[in-house]
């Protein structure tokens, strides 16, 4: 019997940091992770400068570019914003062994080639089953931690609904003459995805150009287009399906004398305007390590919850924009706006959101009038 220990489900960005976290608040913790062995896919990403924040030196090894600049295309129309603190541009593949090495300083234990099978309650705590090299094994722990991702088993197995997913593809390609390397590009395509198609630069000679569909084959269809009428040849592959977030999922759920956890997009902790799921995964995991470490009520779970739903709002609002919208969206950025979206990032969205509609009052009606279009195609 083992019930002082923390079992981790997941070795990946969520489930490390937490790893870490918990280690170093002195408990015992065990990572479980299903693949064979840390050679995660790779996968260019795009981060707010808090990524610094979060991991301090350690955020180094991952960073391949900086971002200053963001320019937004539509329908011929374009507007341009600076970034007083620069967005960076991470490598998943490197990001992820850096997360597994620091969550092992601080102690903790990682099994490779073991998938987490099932839970429940036993005198002392929970019961894990699990398939180790091919054998089914028992382990007991006092905690558990749900980081096994959008299709979370661990999250099934201890009775949380299943999250709704959105497909998200992007391809490497060579980066366009045209685009300085310190600026992602943005469109908006209303015909092809109610989210949009991005280019973010990784170094001077490489690009991932991507976009957020709703169905798996159109999302990859209108990516191949896309690149095809931009000229762009792709070298590689990436994608997967990761969680839309609609209302806020709880991180905890009592089982017998034990506590199941959830982190990350196990949690749909994933800003839905954005999709972006690495800042706010992290911020999920330093709320649940500081309940299994009983650092009393976590300001962070509060702040994490706002600020999801702050995207929530954001994406019901532009989520039916048609042609016409974007347009007018585009054109509305005036420079006061655009100011206003450089200085506050978008991992600070109620500040964001206030200071942009105080500058240009006339979002609001645009806001308004796109949420009635959702309520009004909710109800067809
Ligand atoms: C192509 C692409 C681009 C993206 N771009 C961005 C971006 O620019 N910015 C951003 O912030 N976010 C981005 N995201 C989202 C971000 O990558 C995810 O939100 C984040 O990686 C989720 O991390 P996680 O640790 O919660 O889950 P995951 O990375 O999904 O990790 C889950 C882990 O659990 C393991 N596992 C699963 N089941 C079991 C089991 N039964 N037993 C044991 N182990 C198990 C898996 O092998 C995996 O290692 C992107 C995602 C994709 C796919």
Known sequence: ?????????????????????????????????????????????????????????????????EIRRFE????????????????????RAKLIPALARQAQRAGAEISFKTRFLGLSPNANGIHVQ???????????????????????????????????????????VRLPKDCPVDTTRVWFVPDDTPYFYWLIPESAERAA??????????????LARFLEKKGMEPLEWQGARIPVYKRWVRVKRR???????LVGDAAAQVKVSTVGGIVTGFRGAQAVADSILQAG???????????????????????????????????????ATRETLSEVTRDESTRLLWNVLRHQ????????????????????
């Open 361 to 380: 009052p006339q979002l609001v009606l645009l806001g308004l009038r796109g949420l009635l279009l959702g309520w009004n195609s909710e109800r067809r």
């Open 72 to 91: 937004l295309f539509t329908d011929g129309r374009t507007a341009q914003i600076a970034l007083s603190k620069p967005d960076l541009i991470i490598e």
């Open 255 to 261: 089982l017998g004398k034990g506590n199941v956890y």
């Open 209 to 222: 150009l991507g976009v957020i569909g709703e169905d798996g084959r159109d999302t990859t269809h209108c």
């Open 1 to 65: 019997m083992d019930n002082d220990k923390v079992i981790i489900v997941g070795g990946s960005a969520a489930g490390f940091y937490t790893a870490a976290k918990v280690a170093e608040g002195g408990k015992r913790v065990r990572v479980l992770e299903s693949r064979a062995e840390l050679e995660p896919a790779s996968r260019t990403l795009i981060v707010t400068s808090h990524f610094r924040n979060q991991l301090g030196a350690a955020a180094n090894e991952s960073v391949l570019n």
């Open 130 to 172: 699990v398939e180790s090299s091919g054998r089914n094994e028992e382990l007991d722990a006092e905690s558990v931690v749900g980081a096994d991702g959008a299709a979370s088993r661990v999250a099934r197995s201890a009775g949380w609904a299943p999250v709704e997913t959105v497909p998200l593809v992007q391809a490497i």
């Open 297 to 335: 009520p976590s300001r962070e779970l509060l702040a994490l919850r706002r600020e999801l739903s702050t995207h929530w709002l954001l994406r019901r609002t532009m989520h039916h924009f048609q042609q016409e919208h974007y347009s007018r969206l585009v054109d509305l950025l005036n420079a």
